[in-house]
């Protein structure tokens, strides 16, 4: 059974950090690109950053560049995401997905990942 599985998320004051943990179980994770989505309360789930199958390429959003760094350990079957300079807007649901499509390049577009992990909370409260 392929299953993805979030932790590391909590309560962080702004400022503060967090490292969120994927692992994954059932497949191995270096034959698929990986992504980390954010659902906010009351909004749609929308891309954070994703990574290809090496840790070639990268990308990030727009508000979350320069302050967050996703990784993978093909090793461990763990894909990260480092959280520096926490902000309340960041506050929500993060989950991350596995994507086998065939690219160099990874998307942020969630309909491109077939499988999601439950999701780990994160607030971002004083």
């Known amino acids: 059974q392929l299953q993805l599985v979030e932790s590391g998320g909590g309560l962080v004051q702004p400022g503060g950090s967090l490292r969120l943990s994927c692992a994954a179980s059932?497949?191995?994770?270096?034959?698929?690109?990986m992504g980390w989505f954010h659902q906010a309360p009351g909004k749609e789930r929308e891309g954070v950053s994703c990574?290809?199958?090496?840790?070639?390429?990268?990308n990030y959003g727009n508000s979350v560049r320069g302050r967050f760094t996703i990784s993978r350990d093909n090793a461990k079957n763990t894909v990260y995401l480092q959280m520096n300079n926490l902000k309340a807007e960041d506050t929500g649901v993060y989950y991350c997905?596995?994507?086998?499509?065939?690219?160099?390049?990874?998307?942020?577009?969630?309909?491109?990942?077939?499988?999601w992990g439950q999701g780990t909370q994160v607030t971002v409260s004083s």
């Open positions: 997905a596995s994507s086998d499509r065939p690219t160099f390049t990874c998307s942020q577009e969630k309909h491109n990942y077939g499988t």
């Open positions: 990574i290809n199958r090496n840790g070639g390429f990268r």
């Open positions: 059932g497949f191995n994770l270096d034959a698929y690109n």
